[in-house]
């Protein structure tokens, strides 16, 4: 099979050891749009054997001009299905490919991620990207993640693997998820096929350079401006505790407002005795809670809702008014 790869292996930073290394790499695509179905047809070009899709959604007509991978006749398809069987052609079915019709969730992140070397992040919205990078982070995967709003693109690596503690994480950059109001993406803001296809080459000729050597954005985060043509790297440190329980997102995690602002995860049995209030509970008055509540000293508060946005919002507010006040708001 390494007929199909001679000319890059006539590169030296690839080479047939580098080769065999992209051959044996397991790579989870997560988000089969615009990037994502570029990146997964680059990858299996270039050599890659095993390879996973994971998307939930169906091939549309706004989709065709920029997610190369699908054609008319796949119109209402599963694009984990259409892709699967497009990119099993290129080499008549020698790599091993799997397509997941699923959506990522707090509650599954985790179990799909395990198998893999190496995630990428292909998705269209930041709740999926932060449960990517906090999954990743749990359980020590490094990942790539790249977005597209009009002409404006990022790419970063996170969590890279290092002898000395992995590199930075997601949080690092963007500590905080933006509230839905600020959500950009290709259906909003809009996107030229064109530019999907450059963010999706540089994507995958990073990702294989981190399998063969290392890649060129190992501390770095790159800013491309694609109407001006103009491309910035800023250096990334990490800046989140090596402790990863203190700030990955477990289902029934109980969050600490009391260091400085820094949502530290506290497990519920870890508290002997608190008061619960349920804003889904009808009697109680939320109004109330903004304006006129006055926490006690010595008691400690939890604040939880069905989404978790609610209780997050009123805890965050209730700590900025008394600092002193223990205030927890019990996620998801």
């Known amino acids: 099979m390494q007929a199909y790869f001679s000319r890059q292996i006539l590169l030296n930073e690839i080479g047939h050891i580098g080769q065999d290394k992209i051959a044996n790499a397991n790579v989870l695509i997560i988000g089969l749009g615009g990037l994502g179905a570029h990146i997964a047809q680059l990858l299996i070009r270039a050599g890659l054997v095993k390879l996973a899709l994971i998307d939930y959604d169906v091939v549309t007509a706004t989709n065709l001009n920029r997610q190369l991978l699908y054609s008319k006749s796949d119109l209402g398809k599963y694009k984990v299905q259409v892709a699967k069987e497009h990119l099993g052609n290129i080499y008549e079915d020698e790599n091993q490919i799997e397509a997941l019709v699923q959506k990522i969730t707090k509650y599954n992140v985790r179990d799909i991620i395990a198998p893999y070397d190496y995630i990428v992040d ?99 985060f790159l800013n491309l401006d694609l109407l001006n043509l103009s491309i ?65 000293d010595n008691e400690i508060y939890v604040f939880t809702c069905a989404g978790g946005k609610r209780s997050r919002i009123i805890a965050k507010r209730i700590k900025t008014k008394f600092p002193v006040a223990t205030i927890f708001y019990l996620q998801g």
Not at 146 to 174: D, M, P
């Open 122 to 220: 292909a998705t269209d919205n930041y709740e999926t990207r932060y449960l990517i990078n906090d999954a990743c982070v749990s359980e020590n995967k490094p990942w790539i993640s790249s977005s597209i709003q009009a002409w404006n693109a990022q790419i970063a690596f996170y969590n890279l693997l290092e002898s000395k503690g992995n590199t930075h994480t997601y949080r690092c950059v963007f500590p905080e998820q933006p509230e839905l109001q600020f959500h950009e993406n290709c259906d909003t803001v809009g996107a030229l096929g064109a530019s999907c296809s450059i963010v999706s080459s540089i994507v995958a000729n990073e990702l294989l350079l981190e399998i063969t050597n290392k890649t060129n954005l190992r501390v770095q």
């Open 232 to 296: 910035h790297k800023f250096l990334v440190k990490r800046v989140l505790p090596q402790n990863l329980e203190t700030y990955v997102i477990e289902v029934g995690n109980l969050w600490s407002l009391n260091h400085n602002e820094r949502e530290l995860g506290i497990s519920s049995a870890e508290l002997n005795e608190y008061i619960l209030f349920d804003l889904d509970d009808l009697a109680i008055d939320v109004t109330y809670y903004l304006e006129e509540f006055t926490p006690m």
